[in-house]
């Protein structure tokens, strides 16, 4: 008799993570290529020993090396060894256990209850787009406003980060992958790749009211008189009543883009004459610096606005300048050293200085673990300035520079909670104490 019947045949598809958004995905080992089914992001699988290169561009699954012939011939004989002394005792145990047991009388057994499965609790997931820092409750407190997929469906959820609890979670209409979410009005604003928009109230997550644009939402902006406005991608410009969704649409007037969750706000996206800085913290002023050249039908220049606010890319000693926030009667300062490797750097300064009152490098150990450039995130929160690099986050005292405290872990987006910092990261966040940097709290894989 062979061993199949105590090794069977293993599946050929190997488990691994996308490297877009770390899901799982399963790799056949025989193929070219694997698409993840969450993000759909197509990746070249890397197997041992191949020669040939991956496409330009295209992210790479690395397969790990197989074990040696070897050493699985061994672990066979170690498995069969085993098992042969576990059969051979097991007999001679029930042999001496029967020749020295006296007989005795047993009550017959009684039929044992039946069992309950505990009840599984749905897991958890983070879906697309940062979370929004809000005081949902009414008590001064911030929480934080998470997209999640639980049981296959999407939502929107009030989150604890100093409890680990959700207050509420929203119906679960489907809204996919591609969802903008604004707070204004104590509401929560939420747009799909269909044109809707639905209203839920802050303090429960009840839905109020669903209304259609008729076109895809391009942009919220700022609101007023008790209305939000959105743009449209047919560059309408469409005035919105938080209570009830009844629209209008405006001939003129300024739309002011505000940022929100789901979307990115490169600098330009929509005006290259647009310079500010939509990652900058609630209620800041920020610009991304560098001056811009646009030719063609319409041919201008964009000067530095970094250099009209006083601080201009190349103005600070020992460093570039990638954008400012306003910041009292001075500015903090995101950018890279310079001369040499561009390591990620922060300052303050003040306007028309070459010499900032402050400034670090960022990465902690080896300045050379980080990848070259500003760094990849940044918030304020109270008197902290919290900077993230490509393996770390760490936090300075935004007036002196005073390096407070440092942990690991790359961010995507860093968004302030009162006492709280959110970590996100696409697919999981972690919480951090504002004060000591400590995970207090996780939520997603």
């Not at 500015?331 to 400034?359: C, D, H, N, Q």
Request: include cysteine; charge should be positive; glycine fraction near 10%.
């Amino acid at each position: 008799m062979g061993l199949g019947w105590l090794f069977p045949t293993m599946a050929r598809l190997i488990p691994a993570k996308c490297p877009q958004c770390a899901a799982g995905v399963n790799v056949d080992p025989d193929h070219d290529v694997v698409r993840c089914e969450y993000c759909g992001t197509t990746s070249f699988i890397d197997r041992p020993k191949r020669q040939a290169a991956p496409p330009p561009n295209m992210p790479v699954v690395h397969l790990p090396q197989p074990p040696s012939a070897g050493s699985s011939v061994g672990a066979i004989l170690i498995v069969v060894s085993i098992v042969t002394m576990v059969a051979v005792g097991a007999v001679f145990g029930m042999s001496w256990s029967r020749s020295n047991t006296p007989p005795r009388t047993t009550a017959p057994a009684k039929a044992p209850k039946p069992t309950v499965a505990p009840k599984r609790e749905p897991r958890i997931h983070i879906a697309m787009g940062a979370p929004i820092a809000a005081d949902v409750d009414g008590n001064g407190s911030q929480e934080l406003i998470v997209r999640i997929r639980k049981d296959g469906t999407t939502a929107h959820a009030a989150y604890d980060p100093r409890t680990g609890k959700f207050l509420w979670t929203t119906e679960a209409p489907g809204l996919g992958h591609s969802v903008k979410s604004i707070v204004a009005s104590d509401r929560l604003f939420a747009a799909d790749d269909k044109g809707q928009i639905t209203a839920y109230l802050l303090r429960d997550g009840k839905q109020q009211w669903t209304t259609s644009l008729g076109e895809k939402l391009q942009s919220f902006c700022e609101g007023q008189d008790g209305a939000i406005r959105v743009i449209t991608a047919a560059k309408e410009v469409k005035r919105i009543d938080a209570a009830s969704g009844g629209q209008t649409t405006e001939t003129s007037g300024e739309c002011k883009m505000i940022k929100a969750s789901g979307t990115s706000m490169s600098p330009g996206m929509s005006d290259p004459r647009d310079r500010r800085d939509y990652d900058a913290p609630p209620g800041v002023d920020g610009y991304h610096c560098g001056s811009v050249r646009v030719t063609g039908s319409a041919n201008y220049f964009v000067p530095d606005r970094c250099q009209k606010e006083g601080i201009a890319y190349d103005a600070l000693d020992g460093m570039s300048v990638d954008r400012i926030w306003r910041d009292g009667d001075g500015f903090i300062v995101l950018g890279y050293k310079r001369p040499g490797t561009r390591t990620p750097m922060v300052a303050r300064a003040k306007a028309r200085s070459s010499k900032p009152e402050w400034s670090a490098v960022v990465p902690t150990g080896n300045p050379l673990d980080a990848t070259p450039g500003a760094p990849t995130a940044a918030t304020i929160v109270g008197d902290l300035l919290v900077v993230a690099w490509s393996k770390g986050v760490t936090a300075f005292d935004k007036k002196t520079g005073e390096r407070r405290w440092s942990t690991e872990g790359s961010a995507g987006e860093l968004i302030g909670a009162g006492d709280r910092i959110a970590v996100w990261n696409r697919t999981n966040m972690r919480v951090l104490d504002a004060k000591t940097g400590k995970v207090t709290g996780r939520l997603g894989i």
